[in-house]
Nanobody, 124 residues
């Protein structure tokens, strides 16, 4: 079993920065990939960034490329999402997720475990 807890959300003005954290516990050795997803009110949940944990390969959706950085600290069992130059359209509930199955990095079906979410609000 894997447990995920997000933190670091908050309110920020456009152009500001936040760093989200995802604390991972349980059988972390079973995790093949982890990702950050977000869902804005009235919209579908979408993938934001993902990482293959074993080799550190990272992926980003076009809208955040160059602004967001995903990383992992294995010693602390924590995954991070550094968000720079935030825009109002980044406003959403952000979730971290962990996958034990192999599959498409953006396929939500491979992600077995999800955190409770942390709210990010960006004002103009």
């Amino acid at each position: 079993q894997v447990q995920l807890v997000e933190s670091g959300g908050g309110s920020v003005q456009a152009g500001g920065s936040l760093r989200l954290s995802c604390a991972v516990s349980g059988y972390t050795g079973s995790i093949n990939s982890m990702g950050w997803f977000r869902q804005a009110p009235g919209k579908e949940r979408e993938g934001v960034s993902a990482i293959y944990t074993g080799v550190g390969s990272t992926y980003y959706v076009d809208s955040v490329t160059g602004r967001f950085t995903i990383s992992q600290d294995n010693a602390k069992n924590t995954m991070y999402l550094r968000m720079n130059r935030l825009k109002p359209e980044d406003t959403a509930m952000y979730y971290c997720a962990a996958a034990t199955r192999w599959g498409g990095i953006w396929d939500e079906l491979i992600y077995d475990y999800w955190g409770q979410g942390t709210q990010v609000t960006v004002s103009s």
